[in-house]
C-alpha cells in the first residue's frame, strides 16, 4: 500500500468541506487533500436543485448546483487535490486515513491536519418510531429528492408526507410539479419546522393541506403502502380519540429532521456534544482531539448553505494555520447554554483571537418567543453583551458577536452564559 | 372588475421574518399594512397584480453521467403559467456537454425570461 501524505485533508466535500480546502489552500497549507465517496464534488447540493442559496454570499437567488458549481471550480482553481469515489473508512488519532477507491483499492494517506466535512444525514424511520406494516412505500424526503432530481424516477404518485421540515414541503412542490398528488404533510409540533417562506412557496402556493398536531397512527398495505392513517395529538403529544382519518396513498415521505454524520468522528474517539450531535468545538471549529477540525453540518445544522460555507472557511483556515505550527493557543473560556437555548457553538472561545477579529456565537433557542426579545451573554454575574430581535424560533438560528471591546469584562470569568429572553419595552 | 373593497391576509415570504400582511384592494389600489418593513408593500403588490416565483426543475440531458440536468428560470416566472412552463421543459432535450448557466430555452413562453442551466454537465 503507498502512502500519500498531505498537509491537510478534507473528507467530504459539500459545500462545508470545499470552503475549508479552500482555505486552507489560501492560508499556506502545501497540499490539500479533499476526499469524496461519490463520483463528483459537490456533496447534498447536488439534489437541492431549488433556489435559495447563496443570497449572503452571492446576493443572488441560485439553485443548490449552481451555489457547488462556483465553490468546486474555485477549488480547482487555487490548487485543491481532489480524490473522488473514495471513502474513507478509519481514521487513526495519528491522522493516518484508511479509504478504499474501486482503482487503487485501499488508500493510505497521512495528514497534518484532519478536517471533518462528512454534512448531515435525515432521520429514518427506526428514529420516529412508525408503528404498523412495513410495506414498500416509505422513504425519507432526501432519498426522493435524490430519485426525482438526479436519479429520474418517481417515488410514487398519491403522497403523504410526515413532517414541516423543508426538504419535506420542497420536495411536495417538486412532486406536485412532475405530476404527483400530494394529498396531506402533518406536523406533530403546534409549530411549523421547516422557514415559512417554504410553507408559502410549496404548500400554499398548490393547495397543499397542513395539519399541525397531527401525526401517522399507522401505515397500511402489505407488499405496498395502500393508506395512512393519521390521528391527532394534544398539547401532551397525546392521540386524541377519535380524530383517526385513513388518506389513501402508495408514498409516506419523512421529513423528521437532520443530524450530523459522525460515525468517522466516533470512531477516532473525539467527543461529541449530545445536544448538537456533533463534535464540541472552540471557535476555530478545532474539536477536543487537536490538530482535527470540523467544518458544516458536521457541527450542528444550519439553515443557510452561506452560513456552512463560512463556519468552512473558519475551519480550513485554522487547520492550515495548525498544520503549520501557528494556530494561537490561548486560555480558552466555556460557552454556555442559559433559559430558552439549545445549544451554543462554538463550546470554547480562545480569548486571544477577540484580538484579532469578531467571534459569532451561534445558537438554537428551544422554544418560539414571538414578542421582541433579547439574546444576551453573561460573564457569570453580568450581561457583557445584548442584541434585540424581534422573535425567536427554533427554525431560525440565533446569532450574536463578541469583540476586542468584550476581553475586559471576560478577564476572570470562568465561563460565558448565553440566553435569550423577553425583552420588557 | 369587482370595484367594491376586499380584505385578505397574505404571509410576506421577501425575508425569513414571514410577516402576516393585510391587503385591502379597492380596484386598481393595493393597500398593506402589518408590514414590517416596506419590502413587505412590494411584495403584496407584487402578489395582488403579477404574483411570480423562480421555477427550477429538471430538463432530460443525452451523453452525460446522469439522464437529468438541473435547470432555473433566470428571473420570477409567472405563476399561472408554471404548469404550461413545465410542459415545455419535459419535451426539451439537450445535448451534453452544458456549461453553468447556459441558457436551455429563451424566451420561455415569450415572457422575455430564459431558463439556464445549473451546473456543468461533462459528456
Ligand atoms: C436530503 C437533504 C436535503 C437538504 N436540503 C437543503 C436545502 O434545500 N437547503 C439547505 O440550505 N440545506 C439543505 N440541506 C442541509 C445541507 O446538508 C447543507 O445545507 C449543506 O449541504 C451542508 O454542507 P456540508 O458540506 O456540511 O455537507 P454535505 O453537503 O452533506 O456534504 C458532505 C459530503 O461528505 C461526503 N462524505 C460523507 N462521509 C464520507 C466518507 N466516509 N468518505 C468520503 N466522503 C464522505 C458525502 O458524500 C458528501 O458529499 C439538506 C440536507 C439533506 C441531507
Ligand atoms: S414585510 Fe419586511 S420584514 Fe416582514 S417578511 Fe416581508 S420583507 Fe420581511
Given at each position: 500500500?503507498?502512502?500519500?501524505?498531505?498537509?491537510?485533508a478534507?473528507?467530504?466535500?459539500?459545500?462545508?468541506?470545499?470552503?475549508?480546502?479552500?482555505?486552507?489552500?489560501?492560508?499556506?497549507?502545501?497540499n490539500?487533500l479533499?476526499?469524496?465517496?461519490?463520483?463528483?464534488?459537490?456533496g447534498?447540493?447536488?439534489?437541492?436543485?431549488?433556489?435559495?442559496?447563496?443570497?449572503?454570499?452571492?446576493?443572488?437567488?441560485?439553485?443548490?448546483?449552481?451555489?457547488?458549481?462556483?465553490?468546486?471550480?474555485?477549488?480547482?482553481?487555487?490548487?485543491?487535490?481532489?480524490?473522488?469515489?473514495?471513502?474513507?473508512?478509519?481514521?487513526?488519532r495519528?491522522?493516518?486515513?484508511?479509504?478504499?477507491?474501486?482503482s487503487?483499492?485501499?488508500?493510505?494517506?497521512?495528514?497534518k491536519?484532519?478536517?471533518?466535512?462528512?454534512?448531515?444525514?435525515?432521520r429514518?424511520?427506526?428514529q420516529?418510531?412508525?408503528?404498523?406494516?412495513?410495506?414498500?412505500?416509505?422513504?425519507?424526503?432526501?432519498?426522493?429528492?435524490?430519485?426525482?432530481?438526479?436519479e429520474?424516477?418517481?417515488?410514487?404518485?398519491?403522497?403523504?408526507?410526515?413532517?414541516?421540515?423543508?426538504?419535506?414541503?420542497?420536495?411536495?412542490?417538486?412532486?406536485?410539479f412532475?405530476?404527483a398528488k400530494?394529498?396531506?404533510?402533518?406536523?406533530?409540533?403546534?409549530?411549523?419546522?421547516?422557514?415559512?417562506?417554504?410553507?408559502?412557496?410549496?404548500?400554499q402556493?398548490?393547495?397543499?393541506?397542513?395539519?399541525?398536531q397531527?401525526?401517522?397512527?399507522?401505515?397500511?398495505?402489505?407488499?405496498?403502502v395502500?393508506?395512512i392513517?393519521?390521528?391527532?395529538?394534544?398539547?401532551?403529544?397525546?392521540?386524541?380519540?377519535?380524530?383517526?382519518?385513513?388518506?389513501?396513498?402508495?408514498t409516506?415521505?419523512?421529513?423528521?429532521?437532520?443530524?450530523?454524520?459522525?460515525?468517522?468522528?466516533?470512531q477516532?474517539g473525539?467527543?461529541?456534544?449530545?445536544?448538537?450531535?456533533?463534535?464540541?468545538?472552540?471557535?476555530?471549529?478545532?474539536?477536543?482531539?487537536?490538530?482535527?477540525?470540523a467544518?458544516g453540518?458536521?457541527?450542528?445544522v444550519?439553515?443557510?448553505?452561506?452560513?456552512?460555507?463560512?463556519?468552512?472557511?473558519?475551519?480550513?483556515?485554522?487547520?492550515a494555520?495548525?498544520?503549520?505550527?501557528?494556530?494561537?493557543?490561548?486560555?480558552k473560556?466555556?460557552?454556555?447554554?442559559?433559559?430558552?437555548?439549545?445549544?451554543?457553538?462554538?463550546h470554547?472561545?480562545?480569548?486571544?483571537?477577540?484580538?484579532?477579529?469578531?467571534?459569532?456565537?451561534?445558537?438554537?433557542?428551544?422554544?418560539?418567543?414571538?414578542?421582541?426579545?433579547?439574546?444576551?451573554?453573561?460573564?457569570?454575574?453580568?450581561?457583557?453583551a445584548?442584541?434585540?430581535?424581534?422573535?425567536a424560533?427554533?427554525?431560525?438560528?440565533?446569532?450574536?458577536s463578541l469583540?476586542d471591546?468584550?476581553?475586559?469584562?471576560?478577564?476572570?470569568?470562568e465561563?460565558?452564559?448565553?440566553q435569550?429572553?423577553?425583552?420588557?419595552? | 372588475?369587482?370595484?367594491?373593497?376586499?380584505?385578505?391576509?397574505?404571509?410576506c415570504?421577501?425575508?425569513?421574518k414571514g410577516?402576516?400582511?393585510?391587503?385591502?384592494?379597492?380596484?386598481?389600489?393595493?393597500?398593506?399594512?402589518?408590514?414590517?418593513?416596506k419590502?413587505?408593500?412590494?411584495?403584496?403588490?407584487?402578489?395582488m397584480?403579477?404574483?411570480?416565483?423562480?421555477v427550477?426543475?429538471t430538463?432530460?440531458?443525452?451523453?452525460?453521467?446522469?439522464?437529468?440536468l438541473?435547470?432555473?428560470?433566470?428571473?420570477?416566472?409567472?405563476?399561472?403559467?408554471?404548469f404550461?412552463?413545465?410542459?415545455?421543459?419535459?419535451?426539451?432535450?439537450?445535448?451534453?456537454?452544458?456549461?453553468?448557466?447556459?441558457?436551455?430555452?429563451?424566451?420561455?413562453?415569450?415572457?422575455?425570461?430564459?431558463?439556464?442551466?445549473?451546473r456543468?454537465?461533462e459528456?
Amino acid at each position: 500500500m503507498k502512502i500519500k501524505k498531505c498537509d491537510v485533508a478534507v473528507i467530504g466535500s459539500g459545500p462545508g468541506g470545499l470552503a475549508a480546502a479552500i482555505a486552507a489552500k489560501q492560508h499556506g497549507a502545501k497540499n490539500v487533500l479533499l476526499i469524496e465517496r461519490d463520483r463528483e464534488p459537490g456533496g447534498i447540493l447536488l439534489q437541492c436543485i431549488h433556489n435559495g442559496f447563496g443570497v449572503e454570499i452571492f446576493k443572488k437567488d441560485l439553485p443548490g448546483p449552481a451555489y457547488a458549481q462556483h465553490f468546486i471550480h474555485e477549488a480547482q482553481s487555487v490548487g485543491v487535490e481532489f480524490l473522488l469515489d473514495t471513502m474513507v473508512l478509519e481514521i487513526t488519532r495519528e491522522k493516518r486515513i484508511f479509504a478504499s477507491n474501486k482503482s487503487e483499492g485501499m488508500l493510505e494517506i497521512q495528514a497534518k491536519a484532519v478536517i471533518l466535512a462528512m454534512g448531515c444525514r435525515e432521520r429514518t424511520r427506526a428514529q420516529v418510531r412508525l408503528p404498523g406494516a412495513r410495506p414498500a412505500g416509505v422513504y425519507t424526503a432526501g432519498t426522493a429528492q435524490r430519485w426525482v432530481n438526479v436519479e429520474g424516477f418517481m417515488p410514487g404518485k398519491k403522497i403523504v408526507i410526515l413532517g414541516s421540515g423543508d426538504i419535506g414541503m420542497i420536495m411536495a412542490r417538486r412532486l406536485t410539479f412532475e405530476g404527483a398528488k400530494v394529498e396531506r404533510v402533518l406536523e406533530i409540533m403546534p409549530y411549523l419546522s421547516g422557514l415559512m417562506r417554504n410553507y408559502v412557496q410549496c404548500l400554499q402556493d398548490f393547495g397543499i393541506p397542513l395539519q399541525m398536531q397531527h401525526t401517522v397512527k399507522r401505515i397500511l398495505g402489505n407488499e405496498r403502502v395502500e393508506a395512512i392513517e393519521t390521528v391527532a395529538v394534544d398539547d401532551h403529544w397525546q392521540e386524541v380519540r377519535g380524530s383517526e382519518e385513513i388518506i389513501p396513498c402508495d408514498t409516506l415521505l419523512l421529513s423528521v429532521g437532520l443530524i450530523p454524520e459522525n460515525e468517522l468522528s466516533r470512531q477516532v474517539g473525539i467527543h461529541l456534544d449530545p445536544l448538537t450531535a456533533g463534535p464540541f468545538v472552540d471557535n476555530y471549529f478545532q474539536t477536543e482531539s487537536e490538530g482535527f477540525f470540523a467544518a458544516g453540518n458536521v457541527v450542528h445544522v444550519y439553515d443557510l448553505v452561506d452560513w456552512v460555507t463560512g463556519a468552512g472557511l473558519r475551519a480550513g483556515e485554522s487547520a492550515a494555520l495548525y498544520a503549520r505550527d501557528c494556530l494561537p493557543m490561548n486560555k480558552k473560556i466555556a460557552v454556555q447554554r442559559g433559559e430558552n437555548v439549545h445549544h451554543v457553538i462554538p463550546h470554547y472561545l480562545d480569548m486571544g483571537s477577540l484580538n484579532q477579529r469578531e467571534e459569532q456565537l451561534q445558537m438554537r433557542v428551544t422554544k418560539p418567543l414571538e414578542q421582541p426579545v433579547k439574546v444576551q451573554v453573561m460573564n457569570g454575574t453580568e450581561v457583557i453583551a445584548s442584541k434585540a430581535l424581534p422573535y425567536a424560533r427554533p427554525g431560525e438560528m440565533v446569532t450574536i458577536s463578541l469583540k476586542d471591546k468584550h476581553i475586559e469584562p471576560l478577564k476572570n470569568a470562568e465561563q460565558l452564559v448565553v440566553q435569550v429572553v423577553k425583552r420588557e419595552d | 372588475m369587482d370595484k367594491s373593497l376586499q380584505t385578505q391576509s397574505i404571509i410576506c415570504v421577501a425575508c425569513p421574518k414571514g410577516c402576516r400582511l393585510q391587503i385591502q384592494r379597492d380596484g386598481e389600489e393595493v393597500l398593506v399594512s402589518n408590514q414590517g418593513c416596506k419590502r413587505g408593500v412590494e411584495y403584496a403588490i407584487g402578489e395582488m397584480k403579477d404574483p411570480r416565483r423562480m421555477v427550477a426543475t429538471t430538463v432530460q440531458i443525452e451523453g452525460a453521467r446522469h439522464p437529468l440536468l438541473p435547470v432555473y428560470s433566470a428571473a420570477p416566472f409567472p405563476k399561472a403559467r408554471i404548469f404550461e412552463l413545465l410542459a415545455k421543459l419535459r419535451s426539451l432535450k439537450v445535448q451534453a456537454p452544458v456549461k453553468e448557466g447556459q441558457i436551455i430555452l429563451e424566451n420561455a413562453l415569450d415572457t422575455g425570461i430564459s431558463i439556464l442551466a445549473s451546473r456543468d454537465m461533462e459528456q
